[in-house]
Every structure is written in C-alpha cells, then in structure tokens.
C-alpha cells in the first residue's frame, strides 16, 4: 500500500489512482501508454471529470501493482456496476460414511478451534493434517469441517490441490476462492500475488473456513492464506509440510492406519447392512492384508459385498492383493494409484530407495543397513531415508529405524520387479552385512563370556581386540535378531548358499544365547566351543569396495554397527 492514500466518507477512484501513480513516481504518460488510453482521459478520470471502466480499472490495478485496491475503490465510488456481490461460500463435500475412530485427532482440530476464539482469534489458524496415502486424511477433515461449519458464519472453502494427480496452481485456486466472493471473472487481477491480495482484502473481518486438500508443497498453501485474524485453514497432504509448520505456526494433526477394533468395526459397518456378518476368521486375514488402511478396508468392503465371490477371493491365500484393492475403474478409489501419486512425486535416489527398502524393511531397517543397502554413505542414505518419510512412504517407528508399511512394501515389491538386477545386487550386500556384522558380535560375547577380554580391554569398556562393548553386541542382535531370520529366506531365494548357512547359524546362536546352557537346559546339547567353532572368520580382504567410507557401517560388519545400533 502506497502512502499518504486519500481518506474521504466516499473515496474517489481518480484520488486514489493519481495517488498509487505518484507514489509509485509514474508520469501520466507512461501509464497511459502501459493501459492503452489516452493520457487526457487519464486525466479526466484523476480530476473526478470522467469515471473510469472496470476495464481500465483492472488494468491499472496490474500496472501499478495495487494488489485489488484499485479495484475495491472502483466499487466503493460506485462507479459501474459492482464489482462483487457478498456471498457466504458453502463448498464442503459430503464426509464418507461410516466414520470410524479418530477420537484423539478430532478433539486436537477442537482444540486449535477452541484456542483460536478463546484468545479472540489473535491471528489465523492453520493445521496441517498429515498421514501416508489411503490413511484417510480427506474423510477426518470432511468429517471435522460439517461438524463446527456452523462456527464460520462467512463460509466455507473447499479445494482439491491435487486434481486427476496433476498440482493446482494457485492463481487457480484464487480464482475459484474470488469467484466465489463474487468477484466477477472479468474482474480478476492477473497474477497470483495480486488475487492474493484481494483475496485477504475480501476476507478481512469475516470468519472462514478455508480445506485444502492433497497439497503437494507450503508453496502451493501460502497464497490460500487468510491475512487477518478469526479464520482457520485445514491443509491435508502426505507431505508432512514442515515448512508451514516451522514458519507459519500450523498445528500437526497425523494420522496412523486404524488399530485392529477400528478395522474390524469399519469393515462390518461398511458390509453389514447388505449381507449376513463377515465371519471372524475371514475379518482377521482381510483387515491384516488390508494393513488397517481405511480406503483399503472400504474397498475390500465393497468387493465382500459382492457376494461369495468376493469373498472366496480375501479368503484364498494367494497374492495379488493390490489387485483386489480397486473399486472397478475409479481411481480415487484404488490403492494402487494412490501410491503411485506419490511415487511419481519422489526424485530418482529416494525412488530407488524405496524400491530397494520394499524388501527389507518389514521388521524395521536401521540406518546402518540402509547405507550397505543403497550402497552409499550415511549422510546420503539419510536424506533419501528423510525424503521418504517426509512423503509418509516409510515410518519411523523409533529413532534411526525405518519401516515400510505392508501395502507399500507390496507396491514397492512391484517396482522392484522393473529393476531386479540392482535390488538383487542391494539385497546380497545387505546379506551379507548381516552374516558378517551378526558373527561379529557373537564372537564378541562369547569371547567375553568364556573370560577372554583383557584386563585394559575391560576396563575401557571394550571387548576383546578392541571390538565394541558386549552390550553393544548384545542390544545389536537383540535389535537386529527378526531381520536375521528373515535374511535367511532372502538369501535362499537368491541362491546365496554360504550366506544362508551362515545365517541360519547366526539365528541358531542366537537362540543358544538367549535360551541355551544355564538358561533353558535340555534344548542345546552342543557345547559353547562348538558353537564358537562354527563361527566363520571374518577376512578383511573381503569388505565391500565402498563400506570403508560409510562411517563406520562397513561390510565387515564393524565396531561403528554395533555402537550405533545401541545408541
């Protein structure tokens, strides 16, 4: 806003054009050569001798830079018609039905809203809401939204930010929200900085609910941004927007699949009044292949529904169940294509890293494996680890450890089909860090355990030949101990026999540690130096090419694994 703007009881539109051209050091003629009238019209208009066209308005609204003010005091002199009609936005879609669960997240969208107008609305709400794809972000919001609409006595907005997969751009956006004021389309300002100007303009003094849903970016929400206090902005995305989070104030509100009580109930609300009750057993196999995911369960409800046939089909034991998860040729409904929305999204290294993790990450994988497995070094395994939990495509379910949810892990394992070769190769350098870094911590507490650390050795805390303290070993196998077992059926489908021996030794000892002598009598018979024998050497002529930058993760299964992993 330009200064020393006239102030009037009736503003004058020539008063407060000659003011934003003179502010802004414009000469009459150059403006009129950037509107295309002549500089004696101009003139006129400036000394109140003719009124100006809505026309000429806009244009020199965008010229100057005025931000809709020009165009607001075009109105406000009643020169022409009015340029907007107020209205009260009433946009919200139907919530899905039924409604399962979420207690704890509506009472947080409570919460924000109680705050907002307790402190008599000191600026404007904004929550994020966030969750992997499916997990049913759009149907907490909806829900939310038609409960407290009558809170917004100005409206409500609604937009999908993410149309037929392809980002809303917000000068788009702006002119549905405008349009929706009332401004008319021939009165929109060109660019997206000015029709967000005269978006807040509209908006000041009203209290609105603006839901955004599937934003892609902060970026692409800025704009949709209310300037002045009493609103609240509900954003959805699997994005976890940090950004609106750490510069705009917004509240997270995230979202989890639901637990097995909300599964199950969803699935027979859903079933229930068309066809006899989902018998227990079926309702347990179909709610664990569905991952506790709600657009899975509702999909999987639907085909159930469809008689014996549906049925037969979640109850074989076959794969194929991203297959059955789609509701005949509608994307909104399949799970499938959600994913993929958010797989294309992601850059060339964190796709190969999901690819790669869709194998491995079923039990949780820590960062240390994930360096072997993406073959690089830990600050880059981490960013692309970061960049795949940021789009809710891993979870990390303690510090340092990522899992990858089942229905994704299926998809990724789809993937992974197109690009065998390298995650065949990422899968045998993992293996065989485990092998190798599990026998290196055996050896340590059985060195340790027979009274073989030297007297220095343990006082500094460290096992023998400076390995790494026994309860680093021991928290390492104990963490690591459901991956093992599972590497041994990965290394028999690669045909990597010495690796699967090994392995299937490591689970053996493993066992023997946990249960054997002295601890569960009579279910090991072979003594602790047997067990020692079997216990391979470790060659250090025999460590991966690239393992000696990865900080201390090497191939050879190295003291820096094992002191990490207890960290």
Known sequence: MQEQLPIDDRPSFGRTLHAYRTGGGMSLQALADLVHYSKGHLSKIENGDKLASAQLAHSCDDVLGAGGELVLAHRRAGQGRPRTRRRRPAQLPMAPAPFIGRTTQLAALDAVLDRSHQRGGEATGVVVVDGMP????????????????????????????LPRGEPADPAQVLAAFL????????????????????????????????????????????????????????????????GLVARDGATRVSLKPLSTYESCELLRQVTGHRQPAVDPATMAKVVGRCGHLPLALRIAAE??????????????????WLDLLSAGGDEVASVRAAFERSYRALEDEAARAFRLLGTHAEAGISLAAATVLLDTDEASAWRRLDALYQVHL??????????????????????????????????????????????EALRTLLSVEHGEASGAAAKAGAGPGGAPPPEHAWQWCEAEEWNLRLAVEHADRLDMGTQSVGLADVTTLLDLLRHGEGRAPGRFDEPRDAVRARLRPVPADRDHRNHGGHGGHGGHGGHGSLASAAE
């Open 303 to 320: 085909s159930m529904a469809a008689g014996e046939d549906g049925r037969a089909h979640w109850s074989a034991d076959t794969g194929g």
């Open 394 to 439: 891993v979870e990390q379910p303690t510090q340092g450890r990522y899992r990858v949810h089942r229905l994704l892990r299926a998809y990724a394992a789809e993937l992974a089909a197109g690009d065998r070769q390298a995650c065949d190769e990422g899968s045998r350098r993992l293996l065989e860090w485990y092998r190798r870094t599990a026998q």
């Open 134 to 161: 499916g997990v049913g972000k759009t149907a907490l919001m909806l829900q939310w939204a038609h409960r407290v609409a009558d809170r917004f006595p100005d409206g409500i907005f609604f937009y999908d930010l």
């Open 179 to 242: 349009q929706a004021l009332g401004v008319r389309a021939d009165d929109l300002p060109g660019g997206t900085a000015d029709r967000a100007a005269l978006y807040r303009t509209l908006l000041a003094g009203r209290r609105v609910l603006v839901v955004l849903d599937n934003a892609v970016g902060a970026e692409q929400v800025r704009p949709q941004l209310p300037g002045t206090p009493g609103s609240l902005v509900l954003v959805g995305s699997r994005d976890r927007l940090s």
